[in-house]
């Protein structure tokens, strides 16, 4: 009997050619199990947001793309970047775009996984910041596993490859996890 198929959308919250968090995305898609369909999304495109744009003169198109990607997946896995003790600004900024207008936030219920690598705390504050902004978008976030990897100069090679064997297992375990989260939400 085969698995039933979950498509998830991803992103990351670093424009950085070299971000850890995008090369760790890249593995998740490389270790994802045949009913898991990960899709990656560059948030790079994406304008800021501004109000008076999007009620004067429509989404912009990278937005409508987006947020009809984020309808289309069946849960999201965000690639969290730490910065100053919070979640970067370019992720915050396509959360507030896809968050409006509230009324058809494709955000709304949606399930999703974390993960972050960064320096001494592995991006832990901006995961746990992010949890607070998905309690007000009434999103549904993977409590366990967490997956924070720390010091990220340690954690790759200098080809991008994962150090240590442990970190792709943790990998596979979260889209476990994260595949049965979303079953359970849709009632599979």
């Known amino acids: 009997m085969s698995q039933t198929e979950i498509n998830v959308l991803s ?10 968090n995008k090369t760790l995305i890249n593995h998740a898609i490389r270790l994802a199990p045949t009913h898991i369909k990960i899709e990656y999304f560059d948030l790079s495109p994406i304008p800021l947001f501004n109000e008076d744009v999007r009620v004067e003169q429509g989404e912009p198109e990278p937005v ?5 990607k ?23 900024n396509a ?8 009324e058809t936030s494709p955000l709304n219920e949606k399930p999703f996984a974390m993960m972050s690598v ?12 992010l949890r607070q902004i998905a309690v007000f978008l ?10 924070i990897i720390q010091r990220a100069w ?3 090679d200098k080809d991008g490859n994962l ?21 359970r939400l849709q009632g599979k």
Do not use: C
Not at 95 to 102: E, F, N, Q
Not at 166 to 182: F, G, V
């Open 11 to 20: 992103f990351s919250g670093s424009l950085r050619r070299g971000s850890f």
């Open 64 to 68: 409508k793309v987006f947020k009809e």
């Open 70 to 92: 984020i309808r289309n997946a069946d849960a999201l896995l965000i690639g969290v970047t730490e910065y100053n003790y919070s979640l970067s600004g370019v992720l915050k």
């Open 95 to 102: 959360i507030d775009w896809a968050s409006r207008p509230a």
């Open 118 to 129: 960064g320096g001494g705390l592995g991006g832990a504050r901006a995961q746990y910041h």
């Open 138 to 147: 009434n999103m549904h976030p993977l409590n366990r596993p967490e997956l």
């Open 154 to 156: 340690e954690s790759f």
């Open 163 to 183: 150090t240590d064997i442990k970190n792709e297992e943790r990998i596979k375990n979260l889209l476990d996890s994260l595949y049965n989260w979303t079953l």
